[in-house]
């Protein structure tokens, strides 16, 4: 007789997530609603790295680069924006103006998203699930 796994595990378990997954996915799912504020920081970064620009870093670092499908890194770049936005907005070229409503998203998201970065980072050093926090049944 032919036993199905799936249904007798079902029966004996729960499917479990890991903590850093579920703010991953958190975090992905709500950032969505900021893609065109996003994208001009992406944009920024990106030619931040092209040679032909390179004099306007001299010194300075540059914003990190985002992986789209890694939130984390996303509040990485926009942490990267927050912490040298004196520097960025002293650069007058044309591909690296960043309006006043863009930075103002800036320190927003960066504000909104810390807790959420933090524990993204805990559970990613302890390997927890969230099972570890409530009951699963």
């Not at 996003?38 to 390179?54: I, Q, S, V, Y």
């Amino acid at each position: 007789e032919e036993v199905d796994i799936t249904t007798s595990l079902g029966k004996l378990c729960s499917k479990m997530l890991c903590g850093a997954h579920m703010c991953q996915l958190a975090g992905s799912k709500i950032s969505t609603q900021y893609n065109h504020e996003l994208k001009k920081l992406r944009d920024f970064a990106r030619n931040a790295r092209k040679l032909k620009f390179a004099v306007h870093f001299q010194g300075l670092k540059k914003p990190s680069l985002d992986n789209e499908t890694r939130w984390n890194s996303t509040f990485e770049m926009v942490k990267d924006f927050k912490e040298n936005s004196e520097a960025y907005k002293d650069i007058t070229h044309a591909n690296f103006i960043l309006l006043d409503d863009t930075w103002d998203f800036i320190i927003e998201y960066f504000d909104a998203f810390q807790p959420v970065a933090k524990a993204m980072k805990y559970f990613q050093m302890t390997d927890l699930t969230m099972s570890e926090y409530y009951e699963i049944k």
